[in-house]
């Protein structure tokens, strides 16, 4: 019977809703770092095609070799993401689903107003983020969807010749923006799950949060803006 109720007690503590609130944040947080890492690399379009060129092709060859083999890290680091990806889904998606479960019980407590756009903001945001982000995979990354550009483009070609379109870069705007909105409404929840917020340090999450936010948009947007003005050509 103590055996019994153990092994009962695990399967709850892996599937309360605290826990699962936890991988979400976990995952949330990986993807923060990987947008500001990614960012950061697409601000070396300033810098020319050479740089920009080398820097593609470090990431998809040499990084972190011989550690891994030439071309190795990047499909390590692929399924990674692959797998933070399925438990951000995964979280988002058992959380959605007690909460409607939640609702139809009477003797929940109602959310206010604000807590309630949050959510529903975030799962509005993060419908469109993974559908722009497969156009973004079959865009950039696999060459299936073309704009301008021919297959054999070298990166910083097809980043020019794609942001030469106000279309494509009014596309990318709302990208960036609703990622930018999902990333400040996710490191405050972040924030929040681990129990970092507390009275005396509220304003100050709420501030770094958006700052975040803020930061990883003009950093994704400066590219795009620069070669559809001409700075960048």
Known sequence: M?????????????TTSVFIKQLMAISGFVFV???LFHAYGNLKMFLGQEAYDHYAEWLKVDAFYPIF???????????????????HLFAAAYTWKRSRRARRSRYVVKKSVTDAYAAQTMRMSGVIIFLLF?????????GTIRTGFTIDATPYERMVASFQSPLLVIV????????????????????????????STRSLMVVLSGIVGAVIFVMFMAPPIAIAAGFIS
């Open 2 to 14: 103590a055996t019994t109720n153990v092994a009962t007690k695990k399967r709850r503590a892996w």
């Open 33 to 35: 770092l990987f947008l």
């Open 69 to 87: 083999p030439k071309g190795g890290f990047i499909w390590v680091f692929r399924a990674a993401m692959l797998l933070m990806l399925v438990i």
């Open 134 to 142: 497969v156009f973004h995979i079959l865009h950039f990354t696999t």
């Open 172 to 199: 990318y705007l709302l990208f960036v923006g609703c990622a930018c909105i999902h990333v400040s409404h996710g490191f405050w929840s972040m924030f929040q799950t681990l129990g970092w917020v507390r009275p």
